[in-house]
């Protein structure tokens, strides 16, 4: 056998305890980079200070739930005329679901579902996502996708099918001044940390992957002058898309 160098072993024994005083965990590094993350994604608002009623839109109070159980708080403003399905036949007009952007919460949203209906007579669904509004949870992308298909499966349910449905997203969804990815919108706005951004967080939204699995009609709204998201941001992500697609500037 041979002999053990003491001062070698010593000298390991020094760089691993300087490894762990100075260099956190991995598990720890993670959570500290989700967190900010999270913070710089996501702005949440509870206070809901409008509701369809406050622009003479009737609305329907709808409670409901992610795959997860987590508690989601939504509002059906009912279209005009013989748009409504029935449980003999299905609605014969379109119905909205509305997904917001990362701030605020579903009662910023309302000028917009009062636009839909009076100029086109629609029937809209707003919800406001976990963490947002009247929501219970915490906002996550895994879970923000579970609330997305359980607003969507709720539609459904009251008699849209597919070809009936218009999914309107804006900003985290997927029409109205899109993005890329969360790292894109970082080297934006956040230079100087937006490599922590790959590295530890599960926030990345990575839109230019996901669009390109998209088996509908796209349309893309871009502002000229967005100072949030870039149009060349939206315009990349719209270069992913198949057909049949449009692009249209504001």
Known sequence: MKEINVGFVLAVALVALLAVLLVPPRRLIDRVVSTLVRKLVYFPSRSVAFDPASLGLEFEEVLFASADNTAL????????????????EPGTSP?????????????????????LHRRLG????LFDYRGYGKSSGTPREA???????AAVSLVRKRGWADGG?????????VLDSPFT????????????????????SSELYENSEKITHLDAPLLVIHGTHDR??????????????????????I
């Open 165 to 173: 449905l218009i999914l309107w997203g804006r900003s985290l969804g």
């Open 95 to 115: 119905a909205v679901v509305l997904f917001h952007g990362n701030g605020g919460d579903i009662g910023d949203r309302v000028d917009l579902a009062a636009q």
């Open 73 to 88: 708080h939504g509002w059906w403003v009912p279209g005009r005329g013989s748009g409504e399905p029935s449980s003999e």
């Open 143 to 149: 879970g923000l996708y579970d609330d997305g298909e």
């Open 181 to 200: 990815s969360v790292p894109a919108m970082g080297r934006t706005h956040y230079p100087l940390i937006a490599p922590l951004m790959y590295f530890g």
């Open 122 to 125: 629609l029937g809209i669904f």
């Open 228 to 249: 949030i998201v870039p149009q060349k941001i939206g315009r990349e992500l719209f270069d992913h898309a198949n057909e049949p697609k449009r692009w249209l500037e």
